[in-house]
């Protein structure tokens, strides 16, 4: 437990001596927080989506659905449908390969 509470303190200050504007914090299904980077948000068939990198390896990229709680507040909800999460990430990719993304 020590070391992940060091390797948390240490994503915050370089978060805080960045200064960085896209690092979102997440809270787990056990309560812990989690940080990442904002890549974007992405409209696939009327459904809103938010893709994030991890910090540790920045080479990881985590998709997750937007949905509404019940008071109307953004939530982030994992796509256990493979189908689904190819499909969101193909589109990523493809984003990514073309000109609107610079």
Do not use: P, W
């Amino acid at each position: 437990m020590r070391t992940i509470r060091k390797e948390r303190k240490e994503i915050m200050n370089n978060v805080n001596d960045n200064d960085n504007d896209n690092i979102v914090e997440l809270i787990d299904e056990n309560g812990d927080s989690v940080f990442f980077e904002y890549l974007m948000t992405l409209t696939y068939k009327e459904q809103d989506y938010i893709i994030l990198a991890t910090l540790e390896d920045n080479e990881s990229v985590v998709i997750l659905r937007v949905e509404q709680d019940d008071e109307g507040y953004d939530m982030y909800v994992g796509i256990e449908d493979k189908e689904e999460l190819d499909e969101i990430f193909k589109v990523y990719t493809e984003i990514l390969n073309s000109d609107l993304y610079d």
